[in-house]
């Protein structure tokens, strides 16, 4: 299992920009597929993004798709989700998530991952 620490959230106007890390430590992170979730309160987790453990194959939550970006750095050990143009329905807590699966494939489903960092708050602002 790999340790997962997520940075990078706080306050953001309506129409701006953030990026959250992931940071992971455990010598198989490579071998994991990741993804981004988030949760209002109140509310369900949902998905909002998933990139594979080379980092080629990403996928996204329709909500998102045309505004964030998922990608990952491997040899700093590091997921990062870039989001544009925020809006209030936006804000919640992000979770980072990873799996050990097959290569070249991306996972949307909470139940797929078994490794959860311990969430960034992002609240954006009208």
């Known amino acids: 299992q790999v340790q997962l620490v997520e940075s990078g959230g706080g306050l953001v106007q309506a129409g701006g920009s953030l990026r959250l890390s992931c940071a992971a430590s455990?010598?198989?992170?490579?071998?994991?597929?990741m993804g981004w979730f988030r949760q209002a309160p109140g509310k369900e987790r949902e998905f909002v993004a998933a990139?594979?453990?080379?980092?080629?194959?990403?996928t996204y939550a329709d909500s998102v798709k045309d505004r964030f970006t998922i990608s990952r750095d491997n040899a700093a050990n590091t997921v990062y989700l870039q989001m544009n143009s925020l809006n209030p329905e936006d804000t919640a807590a992000y979770y980072c998530?990873?799996?050990?699966?097959?290569?070249?494939?991306?996972?949307?489903?909470?139940?797929?991952?078994?490794?959860w960092g311990q969430g960034t708050q992002v609240t954006v602002s009208s």
């Open positions: 455990g010598r198989t992170y490579s071998n994991y597929a």
């Open positions: 998530a990873g799996v050990s699966r097959s290569r070249g494939v991306v996972y949307t489903r909470p139940y797929d991952y078994d490794c």
């Open positions: 990139i594979s453990s080379s980092g080629v194959r990403t």
